[in-house]
């Protein structure tokens, strides 16, 4: 990756790679063996693509948010409205990219900013 981490992409890398290792013998496995290859960094990013892709239940062709690298849409992978328009909300709330289920990120992000218009009787 050639842009720099914000503190809320590495906490979001660092929730991923935890969830995904312990999921399974065989996952942890895979992102340890990632890890020694690639480094900390690539495993994380890989957990992260795992639990984004089954969290939001793309379709194969169908890309998460960390994978949406412009802003402009189009029909290739990666530039679809539906993927460029999640990807411009999690940012606009402040919600890395790297997020591990970016659909309960934005419900708790959007409830928390809820709450907070609410204005108690005096």
Not at 17 to 35: G, K, M, P, V
Request: include cysteine.
């Amino acid at each position: 990756m050639t842009t720099e981490l914000t503190a809320a992409d590495l906490d979001a890398l660092r929730r991923a790679f935890e969830t995904a290792r312990a999921e399974s013998d065989e996952e942890r496995e895979h992102l340890d063996s990632i890890e020694a290859r690639e480094g900390w960094e690539s495993a994380a990013q890989s957990a992260s693509y795992h639990l984004q892709c089954r969290n939001l239940r793309l379709k194969v062709w169908e890309a998460p948010p960390m994978h949406v690298h412009g802003d402009e849409i189009g029909q290739n992978y990666g530039t679809k409205a539906k993927e460029v328009k999640l990807k411009r909300r999690m940012l606009a709330l402040g919600i890395s990219i790297f997020e591990p289920d970016p659909i309960s990120a934005i419900e708790r992000v959007e409830s928390a900013r809820r709450d907070e218009r609410v204005v108690e009787p005096q």
